[in-house]
């Protein structure tokens, strides 16, 4: 009786959140910067699937109906993100891909978390209505380097912008908190605060994400890999032979399967819930890779960490990474631990 009982009651994200808060996983503060990101993720749901309709009232690059320019959805996407991180008056300073240099929130509103994000990623598969994602990253303010730069140094560069770059640029280690919100058949928002992975569905009728995953844990190995193949003759010849490797690993073995959407968020997420392995190599002509480590690899690294997998440049942990600059690239090599280690000795 009592199963049954419990298999009726829903959890929400905010009441997850509060528990979490009462066992003292995470302090309240950073429920509602969460809880502001989960806003923010709903807002871009609906922007997504609106998409195809929106255009027809107005293209990108024309004239909507109230006389506004119409914007791209990444930078829509980017503008719903920011306005409910600065709106939630917790956060002191926020990152994004579509933004040159981390910003600080007005001092009306500051307060103590720094939120690294990509508002849209994969945003190309929008027209055909494949899979995107936000991802996001939050860290609290970094003492040692707020201490490094001298507040009343004019000389070089401004000092509220050299404060956030300098705050923001942190390894992944430091992450309090990462996780991503998928627009595909469902909208999936996936959370970790440092024990474990969750993950909640966005319930169309209430619209209230409500958990469906609790401590996912990534298979330890999986016959699928995800990488673009296209860039091949560009790939250095270690990498080469592993994935030639993939596809003829022995007499008596099945090759692996190939699977690409070129979205990260999506074929991240299948790649935890399935096992395999994702990449995304240097080549000749992109020395350092293609995605962001601050606010793309770091996140799913620590997500994928927490469900038990890897991720890594093919020498190093992900995490372990002090990044240089906002918008630094890596090559990125993430799954299950057994697939990111075999595919590490190839490039070893
Ligand atoms: P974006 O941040 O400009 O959207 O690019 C990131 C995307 C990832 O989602 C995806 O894994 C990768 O780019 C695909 O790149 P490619 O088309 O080179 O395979
Ligand atoms: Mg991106």
Redesign the pocket.
């Known amino acids: 009786k009592t199963k049954k009982q419990n298999g009726y009651k829903l959890q929400t994200l905010t009441s997850w959140l509060l528990k979490q808060e009462q066992d003292g996983v995470i302090e309240s503060e950073l429920t509602i910067v969460i809880s502001s990101i989960s806003m923010a993720c709903k807002q871009i749901a609906s922007l997504v699937q609106r998409a195809g309709i929106s255009k027809l009232i107005g293209g990108q690059g024309a004239v909507n109906v109230q006389g506004e320019d119409q914007k791209k959805l990444d930078v829509v996407s980017n503008e719903v993100f920011s306005n409910c991180l600065r709106s939630n008056g917790r956060t002191g300073i926020i990152a994004s ?1 579509e933004e040159d240099v981390p910003v600080a929130v007005e001092e009306s509103y500051y307060g103590n978390y720094i939120v690294v994000f ?1 508002p ?5 598969n929008i027209d055909a209505a494949v899979s995107t994602g936000s991802i996001f990253g939050i860290y609290s303010p970094n003492d040692d380097c707020l201490s490094l730069v001298d507040l009343e140094d004019t000389t070089t560069l401004d000092n509220v912008e050299q404060r956030c770059i300098v705050n923001v640029c942190q390894p992944g280690n430091n992450l309090l908190a990462a996780g991503y919100c998928m627009y595909s058949s469902s909208v999936i928002f996936v959370l970790t605060l440092g024990k474990g992975v969750f993950s909640f569905t966005l319930d169309p009728m209430f619209g209230e994400f409500i958990l469906t995953q609790e401590n996912i844990q990534i298979p330890k190995a999986g016959k699928m890999y995800a990488f ?1 193949e ?2 091949y003759q560009l790939w250095d010849d270690r990498l080469k032979e592993y994935i030639d490797h993939l596809k003829e690993p022995g007499p008596n073995c099945k090759p692996y399967s190939a699977r ?1 959407i ?4 999506g ?1 991240f997420h299948r790649t935890l819930l399935y096992g395999g392995i994702y990449g ?1 190599p240097r080549d000749k002509k992109s020395r350092n890779g ?3 480590l601050l606010y ?1 690899c770091a996140p799913m690294s620590f997500i994928v960490e927490q469900a038990g997998g890897k991720g890594s440049d093919g020498q190093q942990r992900i995490l372990d990474i002090q990044p240089v600059e906002i918008h630094q690239r890596v090559p990125l090599y993430i799954g299950s631990t057994e697939e990111v280690e075999k595919l590490e000795k190839y490039l070893s």
């Open positions: 891909e990509d849209l990623d994969g945003s190309s673009n296209g860039n690409y070129g979205s990260l968020v074929d995304y293609k995605l962001r793309e």
